[in-house]
């Protein structure tokens, strides 16, 4: 039982938009959450993160919405740039998962120029 | 600045040979992990060390065994080595258990 879904497996986004990924999760004890993105024959490299205690966290062109009602969060990354082009993984954690990270299976972001 | 220090990058096996992967941080972190990733979905969690001295099972512990040996190296040991261990391993370390982690470049395993 996947506890953290993202079902979108890629996303193609013109350069200058709005690229927005999504993120579902079951688990309502899960209380950290955080986003990685991944570069091919890269190890993942942290982006940026929410506690469950905030709606929104922003990072420069980078933010996440975190809707807990849903069990919902989303990032957002304005204006899209070419580099931004990688796997963007969604990970949690909480008393739950014994503060282990448990991910999702990454969209592939394509920024078309 | 080298980070989390993995090798080798690239490895093919027999089934049935054993190896051993080796993983360094320089970060003085206390907390280290070891994840597979495989085709269509997240990593997974193999084994951790929240501390020297320490290690524990992660979500699939099955066919590995782990050691650490000190603060700043984490192995991983594959004693018997079967197709379904074909993946991508990526060592992961964090200053403490619930922070973010930083990773590796990955080790590509490939099981014939």
């Known amino acids: 039982d996947q506890q953290v879904k993202q079902n979108s497996p890629s996303l193609s986004v013109q350069e200058g938009r709005i690229s927005i990924l999504n993120c579902d999760y079951t688990n309502s004890m899960f209380d950290y959450f955080l986003w990685y993105k991944k570069y091919p024959a890269e190890g993942p490299t942290f982006l940026i993160s929410i506690s469950s205690i905030k709606d929104k966290n922003e990072d420069g062109r980078f933010t996440v919405f975190l809707n807990k009602s849903a069990k919902h969060l989303s990032l957002h990354i304005v204006p899209s740039q070419p580099g931004d082009s990688a796997v963007y993984f969604c990970?949690?954690?909480?008393?739950?998962?014994?503060?282990?990270?448990?991910w999702g299976a990454g969209t592939k972001l394509i920024i078309k120029p | 600045n080298a980070g989390v220090t993995q090798t080798p990058k690239f490895q093919v096996l027999k089934t049935g040979q054993s190896m051993t992967l080796q993983c360094a941080q320089d970060m003085n972190h206390n907390s280290m992990y070891w994840y597979r990733q495989d085709p269509g979905m997240g990593l997974r969690l193999i084994y951790y060390?929240?501390?020297?001295?320490?290690?524990d099972k992660g979500e699939v512990p099955n066919g590995y065994n782990v050691s650490r040996l000190n603060k700043r190296e984490f192995s991983l040991r594959l004693e018997s080595a079967a197709p379904s261990q074909t993946s991508v391993y990526f060592c992961?370390?964090?200053?403490?258990?619930?922070?973010?982690?930083?990773f590796g470049q990955g080790t590509r395993l490939t099981v014939v």
């Open positions: 990970a949690a954690w909480g008393m739950d998962s014994n503060y282990q990270l448990i």
């Open positions: 992961a370390s964090s200053e403490l258990t619930a922070t973010e982690a930083f």
């Open positions: 060390s929240a501390s020297e001295g320490t290690t």
